[in-house]
């Protein structure tokens, strides 16, 4: 770990160069340049995947799945039964072709998404309607060989969780999509403290095999939307695909009707890009690996065993502190970290302050005295601002609720930044100039529904429509002018450019 801390380029200097400094001033990652367009998670980065692994994990088994894990080698002529599906997939592909030292009879495409190889297990597992609904989510790794990559947000590699779902009728089907979009949808608020514009993705931008694709689109301080999750509904393209079909209740046969979903590690990116400062990286609580440092000040051996014995207590106080959320599945306590190490105090709060910890706690003998701590939050926000000389019964008291409120502020700033960078735009003159060069905003817009004005907007301006609002989630639906063409639009649709 690199303890020297280096420059972070200002965000209204250099956007993405901000966002690789934050990265690594975070130690979160690093890019795998001995493997074209891979990353290395590294430890830190990796407790926060795993704290989102576990909090959807409990979600998903709420809702009745299972775990499975299914191969990484697909066969191909797996992918190319589903005509969409290899056509929207065919250029990321990475295709084994040799193995053992020989050329294999059929080449193995490395796994971009596993609608496949599951269809051809439900296939065998599925034959009656008494079998339905099957419920299954795989946590895996997976492949897609990108041409321009980033950290967290587009890698040749990326770990996520698909799930996938099989069911006798179409309205479950579109049930259990719209069920698992919101899933992740109140993941993203309440855990990450990311906001999100739930919708349906256009023809255009949907899955390549699906009917409909829903999505949760996310606000970046650049005002450019990233595409946090998505859920679609398949119909039974790959049912039929797969021959995957069953008796049913009436005793007739039929094909599946058959759900996908997912999301990946660029939610890292999300939370970093979501948070973060020109100081460093901004943790929420819910998505914190560490919740708290202590940062022992001393001169003298006998100041040392003094404060440090007073740290160990207040650390191991705070760390009984159950911040589980109501109804979880599993325990969450405040963690915490004692800096001990060989560094002056000041080096230490660079190194807290970078990696996002939301409390950082300075304990001196002046402070032992007075029976107090010396608290400050990483952002100021309700739960406090600038260092806070608190008694230590008080913290000790208050320190969950601290941590609460702090999580409900990164919200509401996050879903203030969000509101300031969206409008409304009728001409095309306003909606030129709210995208001229690397310029973004949510823009709602209306929009007349055809492919070739919705390319023609892209083309031109970089913006692509990110999803047709759900209801509450976007202006009101209301009769208008294309912002483009000038044809007739039912409503508004969210416009911006992506991640």
Same mark, same amino acid.
């Given at each position: ?72 080698? =697909? ?20 295709? *084994? ?26 296939? +065998? ?14 946590? &895996? ?26 069911? &006798? ?8 999509? /719209? ?35 829903? $999505? ?33 209740? @009436?005793?007739?046969?039929?094909? *599946? ?8 590690? /660029? ?70 970290? =004692?800096?001990? /190490? ?31 701590? $010396? ?69 709602? $817009?209306?929009?007349?529904?055809? &492919? &070739? ?13 990110? $999803? ?15 912002? +483009?063409?000038?044809?007739? @639009? /039912? ?9």
């Amino acid at each position: 770990m690199n303890d020297k801390a280096e420059r972070i380029t200002p965000r209204a200097e250099d956007y993405p160069q901000w966002y690789q400094d934050v990265i690594r001033e975070a130690d979160l990652a690093e890019p795998a340049k001995v493997v074209k367009g891979c990353m290395v998670i590294k430890p830190y980065g990796y407790a926060i995947w795993e704290k989102i692994q576990r909090d959807l994990d409990a979600r998903f088994k709420a809702t009745g799945h299972e775990n499975a894990y299914f191969p990484l080698l =697909i066969p191909q002529s797996f992918i190319t039964r589903e005509a969409e599906h290899v056509e929207g997939f065919a250029p990321e592909l990475a295709v *084994v072709t040799h193995a053992g030292g020989e050329k294999l009879e059929e080449p193995y495409v490395i796994r971009p998404t596993s609608e496949t190889i599951i269809g051809h297990f439900f296939g +065998k597992w599925i034959s009656s309607w008494r079998d339905l609904p099957l419920l299954v989510n795989q946590w &895996a790794n997976v492949m897609r060989w990108e041409l321009r990559t980033r950290l967290f947000l587009r890698t040749t590699e990326f770990l996520w969780q698909e799930g996938h779902t099989a069911h &006798a009728n179409h309205d479950e089907a579109k049930a259990e999509v /719209r069920r698992m979009l919101d899933v992740y949808g109140d993941f993203a608020e309440q855990m990450m403290a990311m906001p999100v514009i739930r919708g349906i993705k256009t023809s255009s931008e949907k899955f390549a095999g699906a009917l409909e694709s829903y $999505c949760i689109e996310a606000f970046m301080q650049d005002a450019k939307a990233l595409q946090a999750g998505t859920s679609h509904d398949l119909g039974q393209n790959f049912g039929k695909a797969f021959d995957v079909k069953f008796q049913t209740e @009436s005793g007739g046969l039929d094909y *599946v009707w058959q759900t996908s979903w997912g999301v990946s590690t /660029r939610l890292i990116g999300g939370l970093v890009m979501s948070h973060s400062d020109d100081a460093g990286l901004v943790l929420p609580p819910k998505m914190a690996p560490i919740h708290a440092a202590i940062i022992p000040i001393y001169k003298t051996p006998e100041e040392r065993t003094r404060v440090l014995e007073a740290a160990g207590r207040i650390a191991k106080t705070l760390g009984a502190i159950d911040i589980s959320q109501p109804g979880s599945r599993y325990r969450d306590f405040i963690e915490v970290r =004692i800096d001990d /190490r060989d560094l002056r105090p000041g080096a230490k709060f660079y190194h807290w302050e970078r990696r996002g910890v939301p409390m950082r706690i300075e304990l001196g003998p002046k402070d032992l005295d007075k029976g107090q701590v $010396c608290v400050k939050m990483r952002v100021d926000s309700a739960a406090g601002t600038g260092k806070m000389f608190i008694p230590e019964a008080e913290f000790l008291a208050t320190a969950k609720a601290r941590l609460e409120q702090y999580q409900d502020e990164l919200f509401a700033q996050a879903r203030t930044r969000m509101l300031a960078g969206s409008v409304e735009l009728d001409s095309w003159d306003d909606f030129l100039a709210a995208f001229a060069g690397e310029g973004s905003r949510f823009a709602w $817009c209306h929009w007349d529904g055809t &492919a &070739a004005t919705e390319a023609a907007i892209k083309a031109e301006t970089k913006a692509t429509i990110r $999803c047709i609002p759900l209801p509450g989630h976007g202006p009101a639906p209301s009769p208008g002018r294309c912002i +483009k063409s000038g044809a007739p @639009s /039912r409503q508004r649709v969210l416009i911006a450019k992506a991640y």
